[in-house]
């Protein structure tokens, strides 16, 4: 009973490649989130979705395209992977105002790119 | 913009004593939320506490709780009798609560726990 569950969670991929990468939340929130965590342990948001409709894009390359299919599933395609993509990728979501603020994420994906 | 800032990147604390992670941010929102996240060797992101700018009362969770003193812009994670599993990066986190709510994070602090 995952709350909020993403695949796969480790990806290695040469560059130039075409990836993506699945989540899925079973908590009935209407937000999902992506975010990067970089090498040194930050992190930055990058999407997030409200019932299927794009609310955040941050600056991010284009070759990254999120992808919302209803509101329980937020998928993140990457185009044309480069060495700097490599990171790991938290999909979260939350309840939105007015139920709730409060960000669960998922297990993350590790990317690396060679 | 909001900011962040974690000023301790590593702290080490004996077993069972209480801990304080600093945190203080700046926004000029007066409407924002305030979060910590655990992170363990294990990679995965767990929420602890949440604070609302215009909560009267500090929040407290368990073992956690979020000492908010907005005059200073500061909203500490405090860990009472800390344990070796609190072991873990920890982030503190804020948004803004009028539009979509995305997070923007601290650098973290690596809370090293000895027995």
């Known amino acids: 009973d995952t709350a909020v569950s993403q695949t796969p969670k480790y990806l290695v991929t040469q560059m130039g490649n075409d990836k993506s990468i699945k989540c899925e939340q079973n908590l009935g929130h209407d937000t999902m989130y992506w975010y990067k965590q970089d090498s040194k342990k930050f992190l930055k948001i990058m999407f997030s979705?409200?019932?299927?409709?794009?609310?955040i894009n941050e600056t991010v390359p284009n070759r990254f395209s999120p992808k919302s299919p209803d509101k329980a599933h937020l998928n993140l395609h990457i185009n044309s992977l480069e060495l700097g993509d490599s990171a790991v990728y938290f999909c979260a979501s939350s309840p939105g105002l007015p139920l709730g603020v409060e960000q669960y994420f998922g297990p993350g994906t590790r990317l690396t790119v060679t | 913009a909001q900011k962040i800032t974690q000023t301790q990147p590593g702290m080490f604390v004996q077993e069972k004593e209480a801990v304080t992670l600093d945190c203080t941010y700046d926004t000029s929102d007066p409407s924002y939320g305030l979060f910590w996240y655990k992170q363990p060797s294990s990679g995965e992101m767990i929420f602890l506490i949440y604070?609302?700018?215009?909560?009267?009362q500090n929040a407290t969770e368990g073992r956690y709780s979020l000492n908010f003193q907005k005059a200073r812009k500061s909203a500490n994670l405090v860990i009472s009798a800390s344990q070796l599993g609190d072991s873990a990066m920890y982030f503190c986190?804020?948004?803004?609560?009028?539009?979509?709510?995305?997070?923007?994070f601290g650098q973290g602090t690596r809370l090293t726990i000895n027995p």
């Open positions: 604070q609302g700018s215009y909560d009267q």
């Open positions: 986190a804020m948004c803004y609560l009028g539009g979509a709510q995305k997070l923007v």
């Open positions: 979705y409200n019932n299927k409709e794009l609310i």
